[in-house]
Nanobody, 126 residues
Framework: QVQLVESGGGLVQAGGSLRLSCAAS????????VGWFRRAPGKERDFVAA????????YHADSVKGRFTISRDNAKNTAYLQMNSLKPEDTAVYYC???????????????????WGQGTQVTVSS
């Protein structure tokens, strides 16, 4: 079992930056792939970014590519989402997710993840 706790959300002006953190407890974090998803008001939950257990592979949704960066520090059992050049359309609840992985793979479908955090609100004002 893995418990995930997100932090770092808040209110920021357009063009600003935030860094979200996802702290994991439980089993060895370095064997888990991680992903970030978001749900905007009235919309479906969307994929944002994913990283493999070792951090050697990562993937970002087209909508955030070049602005957001996923990373992880396995020594600290923590994953991050650095968000720059934020736009009002980035406003959403952001969720961290994790799943075990036998290889250094990432996953982009929410259905592929076993564990989820409670979410952290990000609001970008225009």
């Amino acid at each position: 079992q893995v418990q995930l706790v997100e932090s770092g959300g808040g209110l920021v002006q357009a063009g600003g930056s935030l860094r979200l953190s996802c702290a994991a407890s439980g089993r060895t974090f370095s064997t888990y792939a991680v992903g970030w998803f978001r749900r905007a008001p009235g919309k479906e939950r969307d994929f944002v970014a994913a990283a493999s257990p070792g951090g050697g592979s990562a993937y970002h949704a087209d909508s955030v590519k070049g602005r957001f960066t996923i990373s992880r520090d396995n020594a600290k059992n923590t994953a991050y989402l650095q968000m720059n050049s934020l736009k009002p359309e980035d406003t959403a609840v952001y969720y961290c997710a994790a799943r075990s992985s036998r290889g250094d793979y990432y996953y982009i479908r929410s259905s592929e993840y076993y564990y989820w955090g409670q979410g952290t609100q990000v609001t970008v004002s225009s």
